[in-house]
Protein backbone atom coordinates (compact mmCIF):
# COMPACT_ATOMS: atom_id res chain seq x y z
CA UNK A 1 0.00 0.00 0.00
CA UNK A 2 1.65 3.38 -1.35
CA UNK A 3 -0.73 6.54 -0.98
CA UNK A 4 0.91 8.78 -3.66
CA UNK A 5 -1.82 11.73 -3.30
CA UNK A 6 -3.02 13.72 -0.56
CA UNK A 7 -6.37 12.23 0.79
CA UNK A 8 -7.80 16.65 1.18
CA UNK A 9 -6.17 18.28 -1.36
CA UNK A 10 -4.42 15.73 -4.28
CA UNK A 11 -1.70 17.47 -4.41
CA UNK A 12 1.49 14.65 -5.31
CA UNK A 13 2.49 13.45 -1.47
CA UNK A 14 6.01 15.11 -0.02
CA UNK A 15 8.32 11.93 1.27
CA UNK A 16 7.87 11.16 4.73
CA UNK A 17 9.41 12.90 7.69
CA UNK A 18 8.65 9.65 9.78
CA UNK A 19 9.51 6.30 8.77
CA UNK A 20 9.32 2.99 10.71
CA UNK A 21 9.23 -0.61 9.37
CA UNK A 22 7.90 -3.35 11.27
CA UNK A 23 5.25 -1.09 13.92
CA UNK A 24 2.27 -2.62 15.44
CA UNK A 25 -1.00 -2.16 13.47
CA UNK A 26 -2.81 -1.68 17.07
CA UNK A 27 -1.95 0.20 20.01
CA UNK A 28 -5.15 -1.08 22.01
CA UNK A 29 -6.18 -4.32 21.47
CA UNK A 30 -5.74 -6.55 24.50
CA UNK A 31 -3.61 -10.01 24.79
CA UNK A 32 -4.15 -13.12 27.01
CA UNK A 33 -0.40 -13.99 26.78
CA UNK A 34 3.18 -12.05 26.00
CA UNK A 35 3.62 -14.50 22.71
CA UNK A 36 0.17 -13.65 21.30
CA UNK A 37 1.31 -10.07 21.96
CA UNK A 38 4.13 -10.81 19.79
CA UNK A 39 2.41 -11.86 17.18
CA UNK A 40 0.41 -8.71 16.31
CA UNK A 41 0.17 -7.81 12.66
CA UNK A 42 2.56 -4.93 11.79
CA UNK A 43 2.37 -2.46 9.06
CA UNK A 44 4.68 0.97 8.09
CA UNK A 45 4.60 4.13 9.15
CA UNK A 46 5.85 6.88 6.58
CA UNK A 47 4.20 10.40 8.09
CA UNK A 48 4.20 12.79 5.21
CA UNK A 49 3.04 16.33 4.98
CA UNK A 50 1.11 17.97 2.48
CA UNK A 51 2.73 21.02 1.16
CA UNK A 52 -0.54 22.25 -0.02
CA UNK A 53 -3.04 21.97 2.89
CA UNK A 54 -0.78 20.27 5.75
CA UNK A 55 -2.42 17.57 6.38
CA UNK A 56 -0.32 14.65 7.81
CA UNK A 57 -1.00 11.14 6.89
CA UNK A 58 0.60 7.52 6.88
CA UNK A 59 1.48 6.96 3.21
CA UNK A 60 1.70 3.28 3.86
CA UNK A 61 -1.40 2.73 6.00
CA UNK A 62 -3.22 -0.27 5.22
CA UNK A 63 -7.18 -0.32 6.82
CA UNK A 64 -7.04 -4.15 5.80
CA UNK A 65 -4.08 -4.16 8.28
CA UNK A 66 -6.45 -3.35 11.07
CA UNK A 67 -9.01 -5.46 13.19
CA UNK A 68 -10.98 -3.71 15.66
CA UNK A 69 -13.19 -5.90 17.84
CA UNK A 70 -14.06 -6.78 21.11
CA UNK A 71 -10.64 -7.26 22.33
CA UNK A 72 -9.86 -3.48 21.49
CA UNK A 73 -9.64 -1.08 24.41
CA UNK A 74 -9.01 2.74 24.05
CA UNK A 75 -11.45 3.49 27.70
CA UNK A 76 -10.10 6.56 29.15
CA UNK A 77 -12.20 7.49 31.82
CA UNK A 78 -11.00 4.61 34.85
CA UNK A 79 -8.63 8.13 34.90
CA UNK A 80 -9.96 10.31 37.23
CA UNK A 81 -8.09 13.45 35.72
CA UNK A 82 -9.82 12.54 32.15
CA UNK A 83 -12.90 11.73 33.55
CA UNK A 84 -12.95 15.11 35.52
CA UNK A 85 -11.77 16.74 31.34
CA UNK A 86 -15.10 14.43 29.79
CA UNK A 87 -17.57 15.90 32.77
CA UNK A 88 -16.07 19.50 32.04
CA UNK A 89 -16.67 19.02 28.22
CA UNK A 90 -19.86 17.88 28.55
CA UNK A 91 -20.67 20.78 30.72
CA UNK A 92 -19.45 22.80 28.45
CA UNK A 93 -21.55 21.88 25.84
CA UNK A 94 -24.92 21.98 28.10
CA UNK A 95 -24.30 25.27 29.81
CA UNK A 96 -21.89 27.21 27.32
CA UNK A 97 -23.54 25.59 23.74
CA UNK A 98 -26.91 24.94 25.26
CA UNK A 99 -27.34 21.32 24.37
CA UNK A 100 -30.42 20.91 25.81
CA UNK A 101 -33.80 19.47 25.42
CA UNK A 102 -32.05 17.88 21.84
CA UNK A 103 -31.67 14.83 20.26
CA UNK A 104 -27.45 14.19 20.27
CA UNK A 105 -26.13 11.38 17.78
CA UNK A 106 -22.55 10.48 18.79
CA UNK A 107 -20.47 8.73 15.56
CA UNK A 108 -18.41 6.32 16.88
CA UNK A 109 -19.41 6.41 20.49
CA UNK A 110 -17.17 3.47 21.45
CA UNK A 111 -19.26 2.46 24.71
CA UNK A 112 -21.01 5.38 25.37
CA UNK A 113 -19.45 6.58 27.94
CA UNK A 114 -19.54 10.40 26.71
CA UNK A 115 -22.95 10.31 25.43
CA UNK A 116 -24.22 9.18 28.73
CA UNK A 117 -23.02 11.64 30.41
CA UNK A 118 -25.07 13.93 28.45
CA UNK A 119 -28.29 12.03 28.37
CA UNK A 120 -27.48 11.35 32.02
CA UNK A 121 -27.85 14.95 32.99
CA UNK A 122 -31.67 15.34 34.05
CA UNK A 123 -31.20 19.03 34.08
CA UNK A 124 -30.01 19.13 30.45
CA UNK A 125 -33.25 16.96 28.51
CA UNK A 126 -31.42 15.60 26.03
CA UNK A 127 -32.17 12.37 24.50
CA UNK A 128 -29.25 10.28 22.54
CA UNK A 129 -28.53 7.87 19.85
CA UNK A 130 -25.07 6.36 19.50
CA UNK A 131 -23.27 5.00 16.12
CA UNK A 132 -20.44 2.40 16.38
CA UNK A 133 -20.37 -1.00 14.76
CA UNK A 134 -18.11 -2.27 17.40
CA UNK A 135 -20.42 -1.26 20.25
CA UNK A 136 -20.56 -3.64 23.10
CA UNK A 137 -23.92 -2.79 25.55
CA UNK A 138 -27.69 -2.85 25.99
CA UNK A 139 -29.49 -1.61 23.01
CA UNK A 140 -31.05 0.75 25.62
CA UNK A 141 -30.84 2.85 28.45
CA UNK A 142 -32.04 5.61 30.68
CA UNK A 143 -35.58 4.68 30.49
CA UNK A 144 -35.14 5.06 26.29
CA UNK A 145 -34.05 8.36 25.96
CA UNK A 146 -30.39 6.34 25.09
CA UNK A 147 -30.05 3.80 22.35
CA UNK A 148 -27.22 2.11 20.19
CA UNK A 149 -27.11 1.49 16.90
CA UNK A 150 -24.15 -1.12 15.81
CA UNK A 151 -23.60 0.41 12.54
CA UNK A 152 -22.04 3.35 10.68
CA UNK A 153 -23.89 6.76 10.18
CA UNK A 154 -23.98 8.30 6.75
CA UNK A 155 -27.12 9.11 4.24
CA UNK A 156 -29.06 6.32 5.07
CA UNK A 157 -29.56 8.03 8.50
CA UNK A 158 -30.96 10.98 6.90
CA UNK A 159 -34.77 10.13 8.60
CA UNK A 160 -33.16 9.68 12.18
CA UNK A 161 -33.62 13.19 14.02
CA UNK A 162 -30.43 14.89 14.99
CA UNK A 163 -30.00 18.42 16.96
CA UNK A 164 -26.78 17.54 17.54
CA UNK A 165 -23.74 15.37 16.13
CA UNK A 166 -20.52 14.80 17.88
CA UNK A 167 -17.65 13.02 16.79
CA UNK A 168 -14.67 12.36 19.03
CA UNK A 169 -11.30 10.72 18.45
CA UNK A 170 -12.71 8.76 15.43
CA UNK A 171 -11.50 10.80 11.55
CA UNK A 172 -7.90 10.19 12.94
CA UNK A 173 -8.20 6.61 12.60
CA UNK A 174 -10.01 7.17 9.02
CA UNK A 175 -7.48 6.82 5.71
CA UNK A 176 -9.57 9.57 3.73
CA UNK A 177 -11.17 11.37 6.46
CA UNK A 178 -13.54 13.59 4.16
CA UNK A 179 -15.50 10.48 3.38
CA UNK A 180 -16.48 10.69 6.85
CA UNK A 181 -17.43 14.26 6.41
CA UNK A 182 -19.32 13.73 3.51
CA UNK A 183 -21.25 10.54 5.58
CA UNK A 184 -22.24 13.20 8.24
CA UNK A 185 -23.19 15.81 5.92
CA UNK A 186 -25.19 13.28 3.71
CA UNK A 187 -27.26 12.12 7.49
CA UNK A 188 -27.83 15.79 7.93
CA UNK A 189 -29.58 16.40 4.70
CA UNK A 190 -32.67 16.98 6.33
CA UNK A 191 -31.08 18.64 9.31
CA UNK A 192 -29.85 21.75 8.28
CA UNK A 193 -29.85 23.14 11.41
CA UNK A 194 -28.02 20.69 13.34
CA UNK A 195 -24.37 21.64 15.21
CA UNK A 196 -21.43 19.17 14.46
CA UNK A 197 -18.54 19.17 17.13
CA UNK A 198 -15.54 17.00 16.07
CA UNK A 199 -12.22 16.06 18.90
CA UNK A 200 -9.23 15.02 17.36
CA UNK A 201 -5.38 15.81 18.10
CA UNK A 202 -3.83 18.35 17.53
CA UNK A 203 -0.60 17.58 15.62
CA UNK A 204 0.72 20.97 15.84
CA UNK A 205 1.53 19.75 19.61
CA UNK A 206 2.72 16.92 18.63
CA UNK A 207 5.49 18.47 16.28
CA UNK A 208 6.34 21.36 18.33
CA UNK A 209 6.93 19.54 21.87
CA UNK A 210 8.50 16.21 19.04
CA UNK A 211 6.56 14.17 21.00
CA UNK A 212 7.92 11.12 19.11
CA UNK A 213 5.75 8.20 21.18
CA UNK A 214 2.76 10.32 19.56
CA UNK A 215 3.30 8.84 15.86
CA UNK A 216 1.70 5.32 15.45
CA UNK A 217 -0.07 3.05 12.79
CA UNK A 218 -3.90 3.85 14.08
CA UNK A 219 -3.50 7.47 13.84
CA UNK A 220 -2.98 7.55 9.76
CA UNK A 221 -4.90 11.34 9.48
CA UNK A 222 -2.99 14.04 11.48
CA UNK A 223 -4.86 17.23 11.57
CA UNK A 224 -3.34 20.92 12.27
CA UNK A 225 -6.12 23.79 12.88
CA UNK A 226 -5.66 25.00 9.30
CA UNK A 227 -6.29 21.46 7.28
CA UNK A 228 -9.17 20.22 9.56
CA UNK A 229 -10.94 23.91 9.08
CA UNK A 230 -10.54 23.32 5.09
CA UNK A 231 -11.52 19.11 5.27
CA UNK A 232 -15.58 20.66 6.85
CA UNK A 233 -15.39 23.59 4.19
CA UNK A 234 -14.77 21.21 1.29
CA UNK A 235 -17.37 18.66 2.86
CA UNK A 236 -20.12 21.10 3.01
CA UNK A 237 -20.11 22.59 6.40
CA UNK A 238 -19.27 26.42 8.02
CA UNK A 239 -16.56 26.31 10.59
CA UNK A 240 -17.83 28.02 13.72
CA UNK A 241 -14.74 27.36 15.55
CA UNK A 242 -11.52 25.75 16.03
CA UNK A 243 -9.54 25.68 18.72
CA UNK A 244 -7.60 23.75 21.33
CA UNK A 245 -8.13 22.01 24.41
CA UNK A 246 -6.47 19.37 26.79
CA UNK A 247 -3.65 21.25 27.63
CA UNK A 248 -3.44 22.20 23.36
CA UNK A 249 -3.18 18.21 22.84
CA UNK A 250 -6.87 18.21 20.77
CA UNK A 251 -8.32 19.95 18.71
CA UNK A 252 -11.99 20.98 18.83
CA UNK A 253 -14.12 21.71 16.06
CA UNK A 254 -17.83 23.37 15.78
CA UNK A 255 -19.21 23.81 12.55
CA UNK A 256 -22.96 23.77 11.01
CA UNK A 257 -24.28 22.58 7.50
CA UNK A 258 -24.03 24.24 4.28
CA UNK A 259 -22.92 24.14 1.14
CA UNK A 260 -18.97 22.66 -0.13
CA UNK A 261 -16.26 25.23 -0.43
CA UNK A 262 -13.43 24.92 -2.65
CA UNK A 263 -11.02 27.06 -0.95
CA UNK A 264 -7.55 26.37 -0.55
CA UNK A 265 -5.39 26.41 2.78
CA UNK A 266 -3.48 29.78 2.62
CA UNK A 267 0.18 28.70 1.75
CA UNK A 268 1.81 30.66 4.43
CA UNK A 269 0.26 28.42 7.46
CA UNK A 270 0.77 24.89 5.10
CA UNK A 271 4.86 26.36 4.93
CA UNK A 272 4.72 26.84 8.40
CA UNK A 273 3.27 23.20 9.33
CA UNK A 274 5.60 21.85 6.49
CA UNK A 275 8.92 23.58 8.81
CA UNK A 276 7.49 21.96 11.85
CA UNK A 277 7.53 18.25 10.59
CA UNK A 278 11.42 18.97 9.06
CA UNK A 279 12.82 19.92 12.55
CA UNK A 280 11.17 17.40 14.03
CA UNK A 281 12.55 15.26 11.20
CA UNK A 282 15.94 16.86 11.81
CA UNK A 283 15.54 15.76 15.81
CA UNK A 284 14.02 12.38 16.06
CA UNK A 285 17.21 9.79 15.38
CA UNK A 286 18.71 12.00 18.27
CA UNK A 287 15.64 11.92 20.45
CA UNK A 288 15.15 8.09 19.89
CA UNK A 289 19.03 7.74 20.67
CA UNK A 290 18.97 10.42 24.08
CA UNK A 291 16.20 8.81 25.56
CA UNK A 292 17.46 4.70 24.62
CA UNK A 293 20.67 6.29 26.49
CA UNK A 294 18.34 7.50 29.36
CA UNK A 295 16.86 4.09 29.56
CA UNK A 296 19.87 2.34 29.92
CA UNK A 297 21.50 4.76 32.61
CA UNK A 298 18.28 4.34 34.53
CA UNK A 299 18.07 0.53 34.15
CA UNK A 300 21.69 0.11 35.77
CA UNK A 301 20.20 1.48 38.58
CA UNK A 302 16.79 0.37 39.16
CA UNK A 303 13.35 -1.14 38.36
CA UNK A 304 11.24 1.05 35.51
CA UNK A 305 8.24 0.70 34.25
CA UNK A 306 5.79 2.78 31.80
CA UNK A 307 2.82 4.67 33.18
CA UNK A 308 0.12 4.13 30.36
CA UNK A 309 -0.63 1.08 28.49
CA UNK A 310 -2.28 3.51 26.24
CA UNK A 311 -0.93 4.30 22.35
CA UNK A 312 1.53 6.55 23.91
CA UNK A 313 3.14 3.75 26.40
CA UNK A 314 2.56 1.12 23.71
CA UNK A 315 4.51 2.90 20.82
CA UNK A 316 7.54 4.15 23.53
CA UNK A 317 8.31 0.69 24.84
CA UNK A 318 7.99 -0.88 20.85
CA UNK A 319 10.68 2.12 20.14
CA UNK A 320 12.64 1.93 23.21
CA UNK A 321 12.61 -1.75 24.33
CA UNK A 322 10.85 -4.25 21.38
CA UNK A 323 12.52 -7.24 22.96
CA UNK A 324 10.60 -6.38 26.31
CA UNK A 325 14.38 -6.82 27.80
CA UNK A 326 14.66 -3.61 30.42
CA UNK A 327 11.37 -1.87 31.10
CA UNK A 328 9.86 -4.31 33.69
CA UNK A 329 6.18 -3.65 32.86
CA UNK A 330 3.62 -0.83 31.76
CA UNK A 331 1.41 0.65 34.38
CA UNK A 332 -2.33 1.40 33.96
CA UNK A 333 -5.17 2.59 35.41
CA UNK A 334 -7.88 0.35 33.03
CA UNK A 335 -8.72 -2.89 34.91
CA UNK A 336 -9.49 -4.70 31.74
CA UNK A 337 -5.64 -4.43 30.95
CA UNK A 338 -4.09 -5.51 33.85
CA UNK A 339 -2.88 -8.71 33.55
CA UNK A 340 -2.85 -8.88 29.99
CA UNK A 341 0.29 -8.03 27.30
CA UNK A 342 1.43 -4.35 25.53
CA UNK A 343 1.18 -5.47 21.84
CA UNK A 344 4.74 -6.00 19.93
CA UNK A 345 6.43 -5.87 22.84
CA UNK A 346 4.41 -8.27 25.48
CA UNK A 347 5.68 -6.48 28.41
CA UNK A 348 2.69 -7.14 31.39
CA UNK A 349 0.63 -4.73 32.35
CA UNK A 350 0.07 -4.23 36.07
CA UNK A 351 -1.94 -1.41 38.66
CA UNK A 352 0.27 0.85 40.51
CA UNK A 353 0.48 -1.87 43.68
CA UNK A 354 1.12 -4.64 41.49
CA UNK A 355 4.36 -2.27 39.85
CA UNK A 356 5.23 -1.70 43.43
CA UNK A 357 5.55 -5.41 44.28
CA UNK A 358 8.08 -5.96 41.28
CA UNK A 359 10.34 -4.02 42.56
CA UNK A 360 9.76 -0.58 40.46
CA UNK A 361 11.16 2.47 41.81
CA UNK A 362 10.62 4.45 38.60
CA UNK A 363 7.74 4.98 36.18
CA UNK A 364 8.04 7.13 33.01
CA UNK A 365 5.23 9.57 32.65
CA UNK A 366 3.42 9.47 29.41
CA UNK A 367 1.30 12.12 29.49
CA UNK A 368 2.20 15.49 31.82
CA UNK A 369 -1.43 16.02 31.99
CA UNK A 370 -1.81 12.96 34.86
CA UNK A 371 1.27 13.94 36.20
CA UNK A 372 -0.64 15.24 39.66
CA UNK A 373 -3.41 12.42 39.36
CA UNK A 374 -0.77 9.53 39.09
CA UNK A 375 1.43 11.28 42.05
CA UNK A 376 -1.93 11.52 44.25
CA UNK A 377 -2.41 7.61 43.37
CA UNK A 378 1.21 6.95 44.66
CA UNK A 379 0.48 8.71 47.99
CA UNK A 380 -2.96 7.05 48.64
CA UNK A 381 -1.51 3.88 48.42
CA UNK A 382 1.59 4.81 49.99
CA UNK A 383 4.01 3.74 47.10
CA UNK A 384 7.76 4.75 46.76
CA UNK A 385 8.42 5.56 43.22
CA UNK A 386 9.70 8.49 41.02
CA UNK A 387 7.56 9.64 38.09
CA UNK A 388 9.72 10.89 35.65
CA UNK A 389 8.76 13.36 32.72
CA UNK A 390 10.71 12.07 29.49
CA UNK A 391 8.53 14.35 27.30
CA UNK A 392 10.63 17.47 28.06
CA UNK A 393 14.14 16.48 26.37
Not at 219 to 238: E, K
Request: aromatic fraction near 8%; include cysteine; proline fraction near 6%.
Amino acid sequence: MHIATCPLCGTPASPPFVSRPDVPCHQHLVYETAEEARRIARGRLDMAACPSCGFVFNRSFDPARLSYGQSYDNAQSHSAHFDAYLDGLAGMLVRDRQVRDCTIVEVGCGKGEFLRKLVGDAGAGNRGIGFDPSYIGPETELDGRLSFRKSYYDASCAAVPADVVICRHVIEHIQTPLDLLHSVRAALSQARNARVFFETPAVEWILRGQVIWDFFYEHCSLFSATSIRAAFQRTGFRVEDVHYIFGEQYLWVEATPTEPATGAVPPADAAELVALTQAYADAEARLIGHLKAQLDDACGRKKIAVWGAGAKGVTLANLLDPDGTRIDCVIDLNPNKQGRFVPGTGHPIVSPAQAARRGVEMAVLMNPNYRSENLKILAEQNIRMDLADWSKQ
